[in-house]
């Protein structure tokens, strides 16, 4: 299993509850083809560097997981399949991008245990 991280930008014309359906979608593909969620995040409602299908905004939300590689492909499937997604992203990390990201994730926890 290799480490993956995704970043798919949604369009802005969704209601939350839309959003998070569509968010569940791609997770529950995940899982169901065996990939191990590490991380989720949702950026929430971001302006976009440039304008795509006259929209100057967008919900992004990042999913850092372990997979195999067969099934990039799926996910990367359907997000072009879904007319809710404008942008994708998903790339495979290398071993140091690894141990970045679950640095990122260990200061993130701590930061949120110090609010509490």
Not at 9 to 31: H, N
Request: aromatic share 12%; proline share 3%.
């Amino acid at each position: 299993m290799n480490n993956y991280e995704t970043v798919f930008i949604l369009t802005p014309v969704l209601s939350e509850p839309q959003m998070k359906e569509a968010v569940e979608k791609f997770t529950d593909l995940l899982r169901k083809e065996g990939a191990e969620i590490v991380n989720e995040e949702n950026w929430g409602l971001k302006k976009l560097a440039y304008p795509i299908d006259k929209k100057s905004t967008g919900f992004y939300h990042f999913v850092e997981f372990k997979a195999e590689p067969q099934t990039i492909a799926l996910l990367e499937t359907n997000y072009r399949r879904d007319e809710r997604v404008i942008r994708f992203l998903t790339f495979r990390q290398d071993k140091f991008a690894a141990e970045y990201a679950a640095k990122r994730r260990g200061l993130k926890q701590q930061s949120n245990k110090e609010q509490n």
